[in-house]
């Protein structure tokens, strides 16, 4: 691979990034098709800010949350060590990937801003989507999928996500890094 990819994932306590907490935040790295490192972060926030339906979502006890969560300083601190250990060269910014990954982007991005960190320092504005290339991989007729979400392309590609694990930050970026993967074997 020309240039490592970071394969995210965020728990968020809703839809919006300028309203509602990012909650965690999960990062995994590999080579080639085998990871070599992963990362998952909780976040803590005075207060927390969530919807029912986010809350639905992902599951989250915030009171056993934020027993394990890491103030949003200390848990940039730790993301920030995270790629400098796997992306060390500052003149390339680092390329997210992901399902739907403009979610996890603007929650990611919004995040940043508000610890004052610009976010274009460490990422930049290319990404690669899972749903996209899934889609593409259907209309070109080698994928037989109508629903394009993670739970029928996990299912489909029998990419096993135990229930515990699914709709969390770390659970839901292994598995995606394994759909991407499975996708660029229908590419060939």
């Known amino acids: 691979m020309a ?3 970071l394969f995210v994932d965020t728990e968020t306590g809703g839809v919006d990034p300028r309203k509602h907490s990012l909650l965690s935040v999960a990062f995994v790295v590999g080579d080639g098709p085998k990871v070599i490192n992963s990362l998952e972060v909780l ?9 029912a339906g986010g809350m639905r979502v992902n599951r989250i006890d915030l009171v056993r949350h934020a027993e394990a969560a890491l103030e949003p ?7 920030g060590v995270f790629l400098d250990q796997h992306f060390p060269h500052r003149c390339k910014p680092v390329i997210l ?12 991005e919004t995040f940043w801003e508000g610890l004052g960190i610009p976010f274009e320092s460490r ?5 690669v989507d899972t749903h996209a290339i899934a889609a593409a991989l259907r209309d070109a007729g080698r994928l037989p999928l109508e629903d394009l979400g993670s739970s029928s392309l996990f299912a ?3 990419i096993e996500v135990p229930e515990e694990k699914r709709h969390t930050a770390l659970g839901d970026a292994l598995a995606t890094f394994e759909l991407y993967w499975k996708l660029v074997g229908r590419m060939a």
């Open 3 to 5: 240039q490592p990819l």
């Open 43 to 51: 976040i803590r926030h005075e207060p927390f800010v969530v919807s």
């Open 73 to 79: 300083r200390m848990a940039m601190d730790v993301m």
């Open 97 to 108: 990937a992901g399902h739907n990954v403009a979610f996890d982007q603007a929650f990611l």
């Open 123 to 127: 990422f930049g504005h290319r990404t």
């Open 156 to 158: 489909h590609f029998g």
